[in-house]
């Protein structure tokens, strides 16, 4: 009867935390992700009129698949499907803490929602959210002995995100050590089932290969730096508490392998492997594509989310050692402490990326620009852009060639190739790096006239060090410069 108690107190905590996260949802416009936000809910929701776009292979197939139905109410019913994916994470990575009997299972919940790059990432129709939950999954069905079941999930990994790739070495060895090798095989099932749907969109079985859209080389665009750019941003990523909690958590996991199951392959082992042992490798993974400037890193935070629920699981270890020091001492005060805890991981959790709560301010300009373009009836025109926030305010069907395209024909020569009378608007971020085009390139453009410049209030420096401000042109139109 306790038990079930504790179950129904824990349910209707998620169930009004949820309400919240959806009252939050409709009362925020979210901007974290920028440009890649607005671009993954707009390949979901015109998806369904152009089928193509649920297997494109930037937008993730079955992120954009499973997500699409959501967006069809507009970005807000994409945001609540990570909602639903977050909190689902956050109960299966419970499960797990369950079977593994670890004490106080339940705080795990805590520790996943309120991890704080993963909090803002589950009010955003980013990818994260979801490749967290395909693989807690997976570990949970493996922890539940169904092997075969958590290859499959598995599988589907690289298809929400491609460095999901860099997993599968760990599960292919559990499944060895386990000696469920026919799990290994189907490990392929994911990759299988989606080149067959998506074949006739491409006329190429191996198009998840073939059109790989990171195999260039874009150091130039997004640079590289620190090996240890992850690790130095720990407080945005899982918090210093959390983090020295998973520290503690794993050395305890390590010592107990040791020490009491003498190097066997234990679930203490498993868990070593599959759990903080995801966390790492895909941590060092992302540090080293960083380091070396490759697979076109941007040395984004919000990709760990990726994987912090499993730094958040080894972190209850942690937890529950400290506590257990403190309750060996005063009770009361381990009471205290473990309530301090809590509420500490809640709120650092929460506030840490408050800001991605609002246009950022670079939206904010983008907002003007469209406001300007419909209060001037210019959007009768083609537009030609490179934010895909343009699209978006102007609520303009982005995959319509004849009413707008993403960049130019000729980088070095706008004018070529596009109608007369049509629209440029370039902006500072995506213009000279994603677009290639440099703003002196549309200057000296004589065909191009300068229609209106919108300009921060307080300067502000952007990938490439520009200064972010946006140029809206025109060809062939003499127009008065406002």
Known sequence: MKVQNNKFTIYAFLALSFFA????????????????????????HWGWKYPKLLFDHWGKP???ILISPFAQIGINGARIYNLLLGFGTAIVIWQIAQILKFKNSTISIFFVLFTPIYFILIFTPLTEVSFSFFLALSILVFFKKKYYL?????S???????????LLPLFILAYFFRKKILAIPLLLSGFLIISLAGYSYYDDFWWLITKMPYSGDAI???GSGSLFRFIN????????????????????????????????????????LLVPGSYIVFLSAHSFAWWLGVGNSLGLIRVIGSVTPLAALTALLGFNLIIDLLNRKNKFIGKIITYGIIIWIIAFGIGTHRGGFKLSDNQVLIQQTTTFLKNNNLIKHKLYYFDPFVVYELSIDPYDVTKCSWGIPNVEKASLGIPDSSIIIWDAHFGPNEGRVALASLQKQKSLSTVKIFKPKKPTIVLGGYNYEVHVFMKDKSLTKN
């Open 233 to 272: 941003d720990t407080r945005g990523i899982l918090g210093y508490l959390l983090g020295v909690l998973f520290i503690i958590g794993l050395i305890f996991s390590l010592i107990q392998w040791v020490q009491k199951d003498k190097f066997k392959f234990s679930n203490t082992f498993y868990f070593l």
């Open 62 to 64: 079955i992120f954009t």
């Open 220 to 222: 130039d665009i997004y």
């Open 150 to 154: 958590s290859a499959i999930i598995l």
């Open 21 to 44: 996260g959806i009252i939050l949802i409709l009362t925020t416009q979210n901007s974290f992700g920028g440009g890649d936000s607005i671009q993954h809910y707009s390949m979901a």
């Open 156 to 166: 589907f990994l690289p298809l929400i995100r491609t460095e999901g790739i860099v």
